[in-house]
């Protein structure tokens, strides 16, 4: 089912606030260079699932998580602070993979470029210059 206009916008105001909440009033250095990629707001406003990367491999994942986690609290009294919603969401936090996968995608495209300009073409007429 596609989401309406109505929770597209719930869904982006919450992502831009958690955002700036996280990289602005968030002092917990495990939360560095941590990025909001996308927020999940459910119908009902109770809830949300907030998706976020960072910079690093799978230990800095779990440090992110666990700063996410220990701040918690404050960080859902700021999101009820900057919009204005009936519920303030109870926050779920989740590494999002499809960051990662991509950069991997992006990885093999690459290699497999790099070894078509490293094979020499065949089938064509040789060059008549050489």
């Known amino acids: 089912m596609s989401q309406s206009s109505r929770m597209r916008k719930v869904n982006e105001a919450v992502r831009e606030a958690l955002a700036e909440i996280i990289s602005r009033d968030m002092k917990d250095p495990r939360l560095e260079l941590v990025t909001v990629t996308s927020a999940e707001v459910t119908g009902d406003l109770r809830h949300a699932t907030v998706y976020v990367t960072a910079h690093g491999g799978e230990e800095r994942y779990s440090d992110a998580l666990a700063g996410l986690e220990s701040g918690r609290g404050r960080i859902r009294s700021l999101l009820g602070e900057r919009v204005d919603m009936r519920f303030t969401p109870e926050l779920d936090f989740r590494i999002d993979e499809s ?8 990885e093999i495209l690459h290699e497999h470029d790099r070894r078509s300009s490293d ?4 089938g064509g007429s040789p060059d008549p210059e050489s």
């Open 99 to 106: 960051v990662d996968e991509g950069m991997r995608i992006a």
């Open 119 to 122: 094979t020499p073409e065949t």
